[in-house]
């Protein structure tokens, strides 16, 4: 009898390049998440690395997932963690033809940028051409007040009655820091659900026209508001930058994404590209050094155009040392 469930495997892979967080995405390939056999033509549209479990060949599912990013994109991947488990019902449009309920385990893996190549025209992309909304470095985003907050009045008004309009504003509030409520920097996969509820995300209008249940009945999509990817990838992508951006206070993942020696104000960079927002530099210099996450190597970076920089490496003690060794996001601000 044919199994009524397929386990694929969806790789979120992240690297920041010149104080751009960016993740690497494939050509669209209905086959790379279905079943064998599947028929259909679905849109071209970015993806994340993806592929089945090989019940036969892959030993465990990082391995299995190793496999499909080493074929589909020519890369080695180091660090992995699990993410999540993708199941909704029909989040896979030919669900329904194939008779199976198909499951995706998601990876988050963290890299250093390298060129790609493999078999489905691996590029590397911007993750906030995805999320415009999620990066403030340069102050409040544009898209934010233009379009978003605008969106979400619309949104709160057209609510059937007086309890459904206190519960969409209590959400849009607390998820985009409304009415005196601060920005959540973590709350990535939080805006973008409920920007999809609201029928505004590119995802939303295509799932409607497809008859998934769900999505919203009043889509209008607004081209502000990032580029789409195929499936429910960009949820995925969504659950990955919440757990990284939370990640950062309790663990040293920031230092994956660094060569082994770096100067301070790169290590600042990269932090605050993936946070979105600006740091204050002496309070990240003096908890990374007071925390000893960093050592010096004696050495100095001449190619700054000003005084040499001094290089640090990570210090890999500071794991055995104590539970919980993030950076902290000193000076963080609470934007609303």
């Keep these: 009898m044919k199994p009524r469930v397929s386990l694929g495997l969806n790789a979120v892979i992240v690297a920041v390049t010149r104080e751009a967080p960016r993740i690497l995405t494939i050509r669209h390939d209905a086959s790379a998440a279905v079943a064998p056999g599947a028929k259909g033509d679905l849109p071209r549209e970015d993806a994340l690395p993806s592929g089945l479990l090989h019940p036969d060949r892959d030993r465990t599912l990082e391995l299995g997932l190793r496999r499909w990013v080493r074929e589909q994109t020519g890369l080695e991947l180091g660090y992995v963690e699990q993410l999540y488990t993708f199941g909704d019902l029909d989040r896979n449009p030919e669900e329904r033809e194939m008779g199976q309920r198909v ?70 509030e607390i998820y985009f820091g409304l009415g005196g409520a601060p920005w959540d920097f973590e709350r990535v996969l939080d805006r973008y659900e409920l ?56 663990r040293p993942v ?22 979105g927002v600006r740091l204050h530099k002496q309070n990240l210099r003096r908890l990374v050094e007071s925390a000893r996450l960093v050592e010096h190597t004696g050495r100095y970076e001449t190619r700054t155009g000003g005084r040499p920089a001094e290089l640090f490496r990570f210090r890999r003690e500071v794991l055995r040392e104590r539970p919980a060794p993030g950076v902290g996001l000193p000076g963080l601000r609470h934007l609303g």
Aim: zero cysteines; aromatic letters at 10%; glycine letters at 6%.
């Design 254 to 275: 920031v230092f994956e994404l660094l060569p082994t020696s770096f100067t301070l104000l790169q290590l600042q960079r990269v932090v605050e590209a993936l946070v």
């Design 195 to 250: 920007i999809y509820e609201m029928g505004l995300a590119a995802e939303a209008e295509r799932d409607r026209s497809a008859g998934q249940p769900g999505s919203s009945t009043t889509a209008r999509r607004l081209p502000q508001l990032g580029e789409s990817m195929a499936l429910d990838h960009r949820r995925i992508l969504a659950t990955a930058l919440s757990r990284i951006r939370g990640k950062l206070k309790y």
């Design 103 to 172: 499951l995706s385990i998601a990876y988050l893996a963290l890299v250093r940028e390298a060129r790609p190549s493999g078999t489905r025209g691996a590029t590397w992309r911007d993750w906030y051409s995805f999320f415009p909304w999620e990066d403030w470095r340069e102050g409040r985003p544009d898209v934010f007040l233009k379009v978003i907050r605008p969106a979400v009045e619309s949104w709160i008004r057209s609510a059937p009655d007086g309890a459904h309009r206190r519960e969409r504003r209590e959400r849009s």
